[in-house]
Antibody, heavy 121, light 110 residues
Framework: EVHLVQSGAEVRQPGESLNISCKGS????????IAWVRQIPGKGLEWLGH????????KYNPTFQGHLMFSVDKSINTVYLQWNSLHLSETAIYYC???????????????WGQGTSVTVS | QSVLTQPPSLSGALGQRVTVSCTGT?????????VHWYQQLPGTAPKLLIY???NRPSGVPDRFSGSKSGPSATLAITGLQAEDEAYYYC??????????FGGGTKVTVL
């Protein structure tokens, strides 16, 4: 069965760095894009961008580019979302999700991680 | 403010048909990009409901359907059930190939 399992909840102070993870299993990890989506408490979904584990190619939402970074470790089927300096406004739940077709980042996201709660306070 | 426009909320009686609209522009939905729909129950991750405008993933009841016309898309729920009470989000892409979401619609079952 296909799964995306995310790392646990985090609490950080403003200005601190953070790295959260998303581990895939049950499928050929390298051939499916992974999207990152955030949800501020009580608000809607926002698109942060994509990473392709096969070659590390990244596509960022211009709104967030330069402030966060995606990376991958193919050897352990894991992608990461990283911040060098967190802002209060980044308190949210962060989801990773996988499109339902290999190599197609525009396909519907049919597998989601359980979400990682990040609190900046 | 979300790129795609959805009504914040709507309600319907058990068994009724409801529709959720998603309005974009000629730079996103109207440019031909596919529309996907997600259902989110409280405290859970979103779930793919409709992909590529009008396709249902395996396991999604056939009372859910999607359509697209020009810069807009619609999610229809026929025979509304109590378990359909949730938030619904549309999603597409814009001309810079950035993913864009609607603001979400809370569907209440009366």
């Amino acid at each position: 069965e296909v799964h995306l399992v995310q790392s646990g909840a985090e609490v950080r102070q403003p200005g601190e760095s953070l790295n959260i993870s998303c581990k895939g299993s049950g499928y050929f990890f390298s051939t499916y894009w992974i999207a990152w989506v955030r949800q501020i408490p009580g608000k809607g979904l926002e698109w942060l961008g994509h990473i392709y584990p096969g070659d590390g190619d990244t596509k960022y939402n211009p709104t967030f580019q330069g402030h966060l970074m995606f990376s991958v470790d193919k050897s352990i089927n894991t992608v990461y979302l990283q911040w060098n300096s967190l802002h209060l406004s980044e308190t949210a739940i962060y989801y990773c999700a996988r499109p339902g077709r290999p190599t197609d980042r525009f396909y519907g996201l049919d597998v989601w991680g359980q979400g990682t709660s990040v609190t900046v306070s | 403010q979300s790129v795609l426009t959805q009504p914040p909320s709507l309600s319907g009686a058990l068994g009724q048909r409801v529709t959720v609209s998603c309005t974009g522009t000629n730079s996103d939905i109207g440019a031909g990009y596919a529309v996907h729909w997600y259902q989110q129950l409280p405290g859970t991750a979103p779930k793919l409901l409709i992909y590529d405008n009008n396709n249902r993933p395996s396991g999604v009841p056939d009372r859910f359907s999607g359509s697209k016309s020009g810069p807009s898309a619609t999610l229809a729920i026929t025979g509304l059930q109590a378990e359909d009470e949730a938030y619904y989000y549309c999603q597409s892409y814009d001309s810079s190939l950035r993913g864009v979401f609607g603001g979400g619609t809370k569907v209440t079952v009366l």
